[in-house]
């Protein structure tokens, strides 16, 4: 079992930046990749971050891609998702996920997730 825990979500302008973190308790934290998933009102759930269990392979959803950087500190069982250049259509609840399964190249999917965090909401005003 791992507790995840999010943090950092908050109301920010447009172009502004947030770091979120999200803290791995009651597990082996460096048994998963870390992931990064959102969701809009009324949309699903979709993947924006990876990291793998070393820290040494991401991979970015295109909504990320240069200007998202997703990292992890396995001293602190702790990801973080560094956002930046943020945009109106960023607002969603952010979602911390642990997971066996890495698919190189490719996402995350959420039925590939083996826990969840509560989220955090990020809300972004133009």
């Known amino acids: 079992q791992v507790r995840l825990v999010e943090s950092g979500g908050g109301l920010v302008q447009a172009g502004g930046s947030l770091r979120l973190s999200c803290v791995a308790s009651?597990?082996?934290?460096?048994?998963?990749?870390m992931n990064w998933f959102r969701q809009a009102p009324g949309k699903e759930r979709e993947f924006v971050s990876r990291?793998?269990?070393?820290?040494?392979?991401?991979y970015y959803a295109d909504l990320a891609k240069g200007r998202f950087t997703i990292s992890r500190d396995n001293a602190r069982n702790t990801v973080y998702l560094q956002m930046d250049r943020l945009k109106p259509e960023d607002t969603a609840v952010y979602y911390c996920a642990a997971s066996r399964v890495l698919r190189i190249d490719l996402p995350t999917r959420s039925d590939e997730v083996d826990y969840w965090g509560q989220g955090t909401q990020v809300t972004v005003s133009s």
């Open positions: 009651e597990g082996s934290f460096t048994f998963y990749a």
């Open positions: 990291v793998s269990w070393s820290g040494d392979n991401t």
